[in-house]
């Protein structure tokens, strides 16, 4: 009997804790927008946190929510969000395409050493023995920390300075984390304008470490039509927003530090042949033909 009363026992607390665990779950359900789980399936799973949000499922909820736009996602571009914009009812609207840009172009030949590293490869390593190996405190390590975070092949260590592709950055924001220096910020794909140096020494220590660094004479400052160079810090920096890719300052600056805007050469037009030589050129054709 015992048994049979404990069996009963048991069997009346769980219908009566599973009554209570039906009621709390209708009770405090948490309503889940259908459109959230398509937009989710519409991203491209890569959760590397470019969009500002903790991986896809975040950014997908704030869509859905209307805290986020539907081309949030740096990753699936501008495929993406036409579809995110159709599950919303919305226009996808083009935004400008920003991508990170490492200000640095201290390569091996024009960069002198403190010592020789022969430790982790790592930036973050090398940066933690008084700086880095690199003269220049600010200037890239180029040990490719950055590289080895970037899940989309976009950036890489060239001449032992790290190199951006922009078509492959989806602005993820990883190598900006993990750069030590502080060296990589993102900027406008468009704006190719841009100088290539963070250091904030003076000029003479500059020229004593680099001979491509910014050694802050100002020359681009007074050159720009467009008020778009700023000071800080004794260094250069371009206002994007008022940017107009001019090159003057890029032109004019005795370092080179300042990447100009790639012009592309006009086609060369074939030379227009004379009515004379064409005239001619047809009575030759025509005679071969009659003594043929």
């Given amino acids: 009997m015992l048994i049979v009363y404990a069996v009963l026992v048991l069997g009346v607390l769980g219908l009566i804790?599973?009554?209570?665990?039906?009621?709390?779950?209708?009770?405090?359900?948490?309503?889940?927008?259908?459109k959230e789980a398509e937009i989710l399936e519409a991203l491209p799973g890569a959760n590397c946190g470019g969009c500002g949000f903790p991986g896809c499922g975040g950014l997908a909820a704030a869509i859905a929510k209307g805290e986020a736009p539907v081309n949030g996602c740096p990753v699936g571009g501008a495929a993406c969000a036409e579809k995110v914009a159709a599950i919303m009812g919305v226009e996808a609207g083009a935004g400008e395409k920003i991508v990170a840009n490492v200000r640095c172009k201290g390569t091996c030949e024009a960069t002198k050493n403190k010592y020789e590293y022969s430790g982790i490869e790592d930036c973050r390593a090398a940066a933690s023995l008084i700086g880095g190996p690199k003269g220049c405190s600010y200037g890239c390590l180029g040990l490719g920390t950055c590289v080895q975070v970037c899940a989309f092949d976009a950036i890489h260590v060239i001449d032992g300075v790290a190199v951006v592709d922009d078509e492959k950055c989806v602005n993820c924001g990883k190598c900006i984390d993990v750069c030590p220096k502080g060296l990589i910020e993102r900027k406008p794909q468009k704006k190719?304008?841009?100088v290539l140096c963070k250091s904030n020494d003076f000029g003479k220590?500059?020229?004593?470490?680099?001979?491509?660094g910014c050694i802050g004479c100002g020359i681009c400052f007074k050159e720009?039509?467009?008020d778009a160079i700023i000071f800080e810090n004794k260094l250069a920096q371009i206002d994007y927003d008022k940017c107009k890719q001019c090159n003057k300052c890029a032109m004019?600056?005795?370092?080179k530090v300042i990447k100009p805007k790639e012009r592309k050469k006009p086609a060369v037009q074939p030379k227009p042949v004379e009515k004379k030589e064409a005239d001619e050129k047809v009575k030759e054709e025509s005679s071969e033909t009659e003594n043929n």
């Fill in 224 to 226: 720009c039509p467009f």
């Fill in 205 to 212: 220590n500059v020229k004593e470490n680099c001979t491509v």
């Fill in 252 to 255: 004019k600056c005795p370092t």
């Fill in 192 to 194: 190719e304008v841009t």
């Fill in 17 to 34: 804790f599973g009554l209570i665990l039906d009621f709390a779950s209708k009770k405090f359900a948490v309503e889940v927008d259908p």
